[in-house]
Structure formats: C-alpha cells, structure tokens
C-alpha cells in the first residue's frame, strides 16, 4: 500500500515562513508528478505548485515568488518551502502523487494517484 506522509504545518505569524514535507512509502517501482494542494474553511482545493520527475515545477498565481516545491527523487519526498506567509495561506495543505508500480506501467505511463491526509497551516497574528 501506497502512502503519503506529511509534516511541517503548523501556527505562523504573517510574514513568517514554514516548510512542508511530503514522504512516499510502499511498492512504489517510480514516482512521476508531485504536487502541493490546499483547502481553506468553506472553499474547494486548489492547486498550490508541481513538480515532475525531471524537476519543472509549476505554481499558483497567488503563491509565485514566495512559495518554492522541490523534491528529493531518491528518497521519494516532496518539500514546500513557503515564506512571506499571508492569512489566505490558512488551509489544509495536501501532498499528491502519480506512481508506477512496476516498470511496464511507467513505461506505458499507467499511473496511480495518492493523497497525503493533510497537513494544517494558520498564519495568524
């Protein structure tokens, strides 16, 4: 069984910084897109920022020149590095990965998807 394992969230004043971390386990034969998602109180989850395997990344508008996604292939493990933090940060933040399990589904790009059980950050004075 697949999984992902988030951490890092937390209570930041505005301004402040944090970074999440997002950690694959299980049979997993390659990892393929990564990506941060978040879902304020009473709105619909959003796309936050992507990164693919060979490392082009991809960001909401609202997040540029502030929040930065990488990721550590060998250890199967995203990172969200988040700074000037804004109250409409404020959300439960959820790691997503595409996978193969084998070595013919990658090839035939015959992925999963897997969600990340959230992870929440408060900016707040």
């Known amino acids: 069984q697949v999984q992902l394992v988030e951490s890092g969230g937390g209570l930041v004043q505005p301004g402040g910084s944090l970074r999440l971390s997002c950690a694959a386990s299980?049979?997993?034969?390659?990892?393929?897109?990564m990506g941060w998602y978040r879902q304020a109180p009473g709105k619909q989850r959003e796309l936050v920022a992507q990164?693919?395997?060979?490392?082009?990344?991809r960001s909401a508008d609202s997040v540029k020149g502030r929040f930065t996604i990488s990721r550590a292939n060998a250890e199967n493990t995203v990172f969200l590095q988040m700074n000037s933090l804004k109250p409409e940060d404020t959300a439960v933040y959820y790691c997503?990965?595409?996978?193969?399990?084998?070595?013919?589904?990658?090839?035939?790009?015959?992925?999963?998807?897997?969600w990340g059980q959230g992870t929440l950050v408060t900016v707040s004075a």
């Open positions: 997503n990965a595409e996978y193969a399990l084998s070595e013919y589904d990658d090839y035939h790009s015959e992925y999963l998807e897997v």
């Open positions: 299980g049979s997993i034969f390659s990892i393929n897109g």
């Open positions: 990164i693919t395997s060979d490392g082009d990344t």
